[in-house]
Every structure is written in C-alpha cells, then in structure tokens.
C-alpha cells in the first residue's frame, strides 16, 4: 500500500512538471514581430535585425524585398527557426543570468519573414 501511495505522489509531482513545462514553451511564440533596424547580413541574402531592446535577428524572407528596407527600422513579423531550441538556448541564458553569471543575455536568433512594415526611413529616429 505504501509502495502505491508512492508511486501516485511520484506520477502527480511528473505530471505537474510536465504541465508546468508546456504551459512555460507556450508563452513564446513561434512567430514574433520585431522591431528595430534591418541591415546587411554577411552573405548575400542575409539581413541583421537589430532590436530595439538589444536582441539581434538574422533574417531572410522569400515573400518580402528586405533589400529594399536596408538602414530603415522595421517591424518585421516571422517565423522563429527551431523555435524549441532556440526557446531553451534563451531559457538558459537566463538560467544564468540568474545565478549571476553575465554572459552576452540579448537575444540572438533566425527570423524567416512573412510580413514586414516600415516605421522609419531610418534607423536614428
């Protein structure tokens, strides 16, 4: 009888954690909307997003002419590539942030656009 109440505290204490778990992936989304300022990437169809909260996109897209957009601040929603992974890289960037370590904690990630909006002509305003 023990050996059942202990195997049913166990299965509720996974379970918890599990919901716990998915509840916490399902607050960041797949798709984001960034805002900041689009520049030149280092290869010839790749473009840097910088936002304005620090972080640093690496963006391309089939349907939008980012080219046309270099040096002007954008909002540009997409899809976030390995949004999983990328989700627990930031997850333990924070984990240390936590515990004190400070390492490079700005967001850093892969950004395919689907839509894109001009907010300015240029990155200074």
Same mark, same amino acid.
């Given at each position: 009888?023990?050996?059942?109440?202990?195997?049913?505290?166990?299965?509720?204490?996974?379970?918890?954690?599990?919901?716990?778990?998915?509840?916490?992936?399902? #607050?960041?989304?797949?798709?984001?909307?960034?805002?900041?300022?689009?520049?030149?990437?280092?290869?010839?169809?790749?473009y840097l997003l910088t936002?304005k909260d620090g972080s640093t996109w690496e963006?391309?897209?089939?349907?939008?002419?980012?080219?046309?957009?270099?040096?002007?601040?954008?909002?540009? #929603?997409?899809?976030?590539?390995?949004?999983?992974?990328?989700?627990?890289?930031?997850?333990?960037?924070?984990?240390?942030?936590?515990?004190?370590?400070?390492?490079?904690?700005?967001?850093?990630?892969?950004? #395919?656009? #689907?839509?894109?909006?001009?907010?300015?002509?240029?990155?200074?305003?």
């Amino acid at each position: 009888m023990k050996r059942l109440v202990l195997y049913l505290v166990v299965a509720v204490l996974v379970m918890t954690l599990i919901l716990a778990k998915d509840a916490n992936a399902k #607050t960041k989304a797949k798709a984001r909307t960034i805002t900041g300022c689009l520049t030149k990437g280092d290869s010839a169809d790749e473009y840097l997003l910088t936002g304005k909260d620090g972080s640093t996109w690496e963006v391309q897209s089939d349907r939008v002419a980012l080219a046309d957009h270099l040096g002007h601040k954008v909002a540009a #929603t997409g899809v976030v590539s390995h949004a999983k992974l990328h989700n627990l890289k930031e997850d333990a960037k924070d984990a240390a942030k936590d515990t004190g370590v400070k390492k490079g904690s700005k967001e850093h990630g892969h950004l #395919t656009v #689907t839509k894109l909006r001009m907010v300015s002509d240029s990155c200074k305003k």
